[in-house]
Structure formats: C-alpha cells, structure tokens
C-alpha cells in the first residue's frame, strides 16, 4: 500500500531559525496535504497542493510539491515560539483516503 | 458551526471491558473517518464512512474493533474487549464532498486500558 515517509522526526531550534521538513511518498500522489497539530491538540489542516511543481505560501511558510508528485516539504522562515507542534504531510491517492507521515515534531527555544 | 465533536474525551477501562467512542461530524459533511494516534505507529486511518457506508475498514487492526455510522450525524467506534495495548488517542475527522477538500479532526478520545 501507499506509504508517506517524513523526516526529520524531530527538530530543535532557536527562535529566528529556518525549519524544514521532507515528505517521500512510494506512489504518485494527487494531492498532498498538511496538517499542524499543537501539543495535546488535534490535526488542523494547513494547506493543499495538488498541481506538479506547485508553490504555496503562507506568511512565513513555503509548501511545495515535487514535479513528479511523490515529495512535498514545507519550510518555516524565521521560527517562533507559536510554530511549537508537530507538523503532518498527507498524501492523498485515487481514493478519499489520506496517507499520514509521522510527522516532523519542532521546538522552539526562546 | 461547533466542528467534529467527540465523547468522552478521556476514558480510563480495564482490560476486557467494552468501549464505545462516539463522533458527531460537522453537518452537511458527507464522509467520516476513524483514525488512531500512538507515539509508535504515527496516524493511522482506521475506517472511512460516505453517505453513512462503510467504503474501507483494511485499517481496523482486527475483529474486536467495529464502528458504525447509523446516520448523517453520529457514528461509534467500539471495541470488545479491550486491550493494554488498544491504548491511543482516537480521532474522528469529517470532510465534505468534492475531490480535493481538507479534514477536519474533532479533539480526539484519549483511551487507556489497565
């Protein structure tokens, strides 16, 4: 079946650093998702990207999707202390289902 | 609109007991899904519901997990009996139609089972 790799697991930063996460997908995918989840929270949805190559920005983040549409990633310019939370690509198939990465868990250090 | 709503929150239970989760999706969204959260094994989609039937259960780990979706706006997530190792954070998420369209998770049911 599908399998969505994320790295890196974990990563620790100082407040203003750049941070970046990888998600490796086995299969072509549809779209890939992203989700944010706070500790202790729930998965909140961030973004889409459905188009080969395609760029999206949000203030201080950048997601972008592969051209061949199997890798995505999603950057973070200047971390602050509220980018605290683990940080999910999801890829989407021929299906309604979504593949979850494990998830890339950032801290921020003040 | 209150989002996906889940109950309990929390549930403590001894090993062999039943448990039920519950979901009530947020309206108008025609498919719900069941996911699963442990530190091991990451997200893992369980079930997935549209129009209240069931399309793809290949992620309930095994016989002792059910869930069900009697209506547009309520579907329970039951396990008997449960074990130590059933223990995760239970998440349920309803979308709406059309191809591309983003998940909405509700808080989740924290299971523990002694």
């Known amino acids: 079946g599908q399998q969505v790799m994320q790295i890196p697991q974990y990563q620790h930063v100082q407040e203003g650093e750049d941070f970046t996460t990888y998600c490796n997908s086995s299969t072509t995918l549809s779209n890939i998702q992203w989700y944010k989840q706070r500790p202790g929270g729930h998965p909140v949805f961030l973004i889409q990207?459905?188009?080969?190559?395609e760029v999206k920005k949000q203030k201080r983040l950048t997601f972008q999707f592969g051209e061949a549409k199997k890798n995505s990633s999603l950057h973070i310019t200047a971390t602050q202390t509220t980018d605290v939370g683990t940080y999910f690509c999801?890829?989407?198939?021929?299906?309604?289902?979504?593949?979850f990465g494990k998830g890339t868990l950032l801290t921020v250090n003040p | 609109d209150a989002g996906v709503i889940q109950s309990p929150r929390h549930e403590v239970t001894e090993m062999g007991q039943e448990v039920t989760l519950r979901c009530k999706p947020i309206?108008?969204?025609?498919?719900l899904f069941w996911y699963r959260q442990t530190m091991m094994r990451g997200l893992e989609l369980l079930i997935y519901f549209n129009n209240n039937v069931p399309i793809d259960d290949s992620g309930m780990p095994e016989d002792r997990f059910s869930a069900k979706m009697p209506n547009a706006s309520f579907s329970t997530l039951k396990i008997q009996p449960s074990e130590p190792r059933d223990s995760a954070v239970y998440f349920c998420?309803?979308?709406?139609?059309?191809?591309?369209?983003?998940?909405?998770f509700g808080p989740g049911t924290r299971l523990t089972v002694l």
């Open positions: 990207l459905v188009k080969s190559g």
């Open positions: 309206s108008g969204h025609d498919y």
């Open positions: 999801a890829g989407g198939g021929s299906n309604y289902k979504l593949t």
């Open positions: 998420a309803s979308r709406g139609g059309g191809n591309y369209n983003e998940q909405f």
